[in-house]
């Protein structure tokens, strides 16, 4: 199924970076899209500058998600929202591990819930998930994040099983890091915190860019109808995983 087999979509997290990325792909390829994010200002921008059709929900509200998305006819699904925390569970807030929970994987379970039966029934579709290499590697970071990142990876790969011999194709996509605003919200979203964060994890890095994260995206959309492109681990080329930690014993002196 390529595009030309797709007429809608729904992307969550379209308010900016990856998400408005791929709304923008997704509307010169022709499909109607359904852009979710909580930002009504911003969606209000991306409607004007590409026709997406803005939904301001907050995806950790179900009963909000069920209202507002739960009847749309959906072929191709962007899981893409997502929330990080600085720091690790040592220090977390109720507020953050909750936050990740409820974006990062109990969304994604909804709207599975939610607008898969309707591509069964239609004999086509395709879920996307945008996962994160926290989910596969161990390193510096929220345990939290990492954890419902490794959830993503295990969704995408259960819900190929859920729809067996059904024309729906799975995707995960698990990125390492990409220019956007993730981090600068961490440090608490102000534009000093996004001048913070672009000088501490992007200045002099060859990072990705919203247009590698799309152009994988349109890669696996556009395979043949009998192709599904399971997993695309993408990474900067300066960026590699692992490095094991040995602390000695008089290194707790
Ligand atoms: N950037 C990286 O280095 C990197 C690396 C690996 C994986 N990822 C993953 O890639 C995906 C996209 O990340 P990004 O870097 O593009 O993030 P971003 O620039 O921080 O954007 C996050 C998006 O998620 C939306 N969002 C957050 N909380 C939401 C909520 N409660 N309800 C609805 N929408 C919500 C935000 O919109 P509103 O604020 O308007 O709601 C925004 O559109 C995420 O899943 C992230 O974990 C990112």
Redesign the pocket.
């Known amino acids: 199924m390529p595009y030309s087999d797709y007429r809608t979509a729904l992307v969550?997290?379209?308010?900016?970076?990856?998400?408005?990325?791929i709304v923008k792909k997704f509307r010169e390829r022709g499909l109607t899209v359904h852009a979710?994010?909580?930002?009504?200002a911003?969606?209000g921008e991306l409607e004007a500058q590409t026709g997406a059709i803005p939904h301001?929900?907050?995806?950790?509200?179900t009963t909000q998600m069920e209202r507002e998305l739960g009847g749309l006819d959906i072929d191709v699904l962007v899981?893409?929202?997502?929330?990080?925390a600085p720091g690790n569970i040592l220090d977390a807030s109720r507020a953050t591990v909750d936050?990740m929970v409820?974006?990062?994987l109990r969304?994604i379970l909804h709207l599975a819930r939610l607008l898969l039966p309707g591509m069964v029934e239609r004999d086509l579709g395709h879920v996307v998930n945008?996962?994160?290499?926290?989910g596969r590697y161990n390193f510096f970071g929220h345990t939290a994040?990492h954890a419902t990142?490794a959830a993503?990876a295990q969704v995408s790969r259960q819900l190929r099983n859920d729809t067996i011999g059904k024309r729906i194709r799975v995707t995960e996509?698990?990125?390492?890091?990409?220019?956007?605003?993730?981090?600068?919200?961490n440090l608490g979203g102000t534009p000093e915190a996004m001048a913070e964060a672009w000088a501490t994890?992007y200045e002099g890095y060859e990072?990705?860019t919203?247009d590698d994260?799309v152009a994988t995206v349109d890669f696996a959309i556009d395979a043949p109808r009998h192709v599904n492109v399971g997993l695309i681990e993408i990474m900067p080329t300066f960026q590699v995983p692992g490095g094991l930690t040995f602390d000695r014993r008089d290194a707790r002196a």
């Open positions: 969550t997290g379209a308010s900016t970076g990856m998400g408005a990325a979710v994010a909580r930002d009504a911003r969606l301001a929900i907050d995806l950790s509200d899981n893409n929202a997502g929330v990080s936050a409820d974006v990062n969304a945008l996962s994160s290499i926290a994040y990142k993503v996509i698990c990125p390492g890091r990409v220019e956007t605003e993730i981090f600068g919200r994890y990072s990705l919203t994260i």
